[in-house]
């Protein structure tokens, strides 16, 4: 049995289309990344949560993509050849290791992000401190729907 979907007016639509071409969108930014990067999709994956967290274990990385922690070892160790990361010391347990993005990589996301980042920066110094808010609020519920939905599929 299926759900019906609820009805739109016409603004709720535009918005709802536009959220659905943002994330086709943001699959070809990821598509090139990959090329410009020569990684695949889950080393991508690897490297946009090592830019968000800075550090991690395998276990950690394995966790966030969900992979076994030897096939994150794995992107670790395709990473690490394209000196992407490094495998460093863990801070607190000798018996460890943390993976850390490079600086070098970084760098590279950021200038192949570039147009990216000033447009968005252009485009929100253009709105108001209000309207801004009510951007942001908008798009933390439109995230809570999406981790919401998530965590109901891993249930499933």
């Not at 007016?9 to 943001?26: G, M, P, Y």
């Not at 076994?68 to 992407?84: E, Y």
């Not at 000033?118 to 809570?144: I, Y």
Request: with cysteine; charged share 25%; glycine share 4%.
């Amino acid at each position: 049995m299926t759900e019906s979907r609820p009805a739109l007016d016409e603004d709720s639509a535009r918005i709802v289309d536009c959220l659905r071409e943002l994330t086709a969108l943001n699959r070809m930014v990821e598509r090139h990344l990959v090329a410009a990067m020569d990684l695949n999709a889950t080393d991508l994956h690897a490297m946009e949560f090592l830019a968000r967290v800075g550090t991690t274990t395998p276990t950690g990385l394995a966790t966030e993509l969900g992979v076994s922690t030897p096939a994150a070892t794995f992107a670790v160790d395709r990473l690490s050849a394209r000196g992407h990361v490094s495998r460093q010391p863990h801070p607190d347990d000798r018996r460890k290791t943390v993976v850390a993005p490079s600086e070098p990589a970084l760098a590279e996301v950021a200038q192949l992000l570039t147009p990216l980042t000033r447009g968005l920066a252009a485009h929100l110094a253009g709105m108001s401190t209000a309207d801004r808010r009510v951007v942001r609020d908008f798009l933390d519920g439109v995230l809570e729907v999406y981790r919401s939905a998530d965590q109901a599929w891993r249930t499933v």
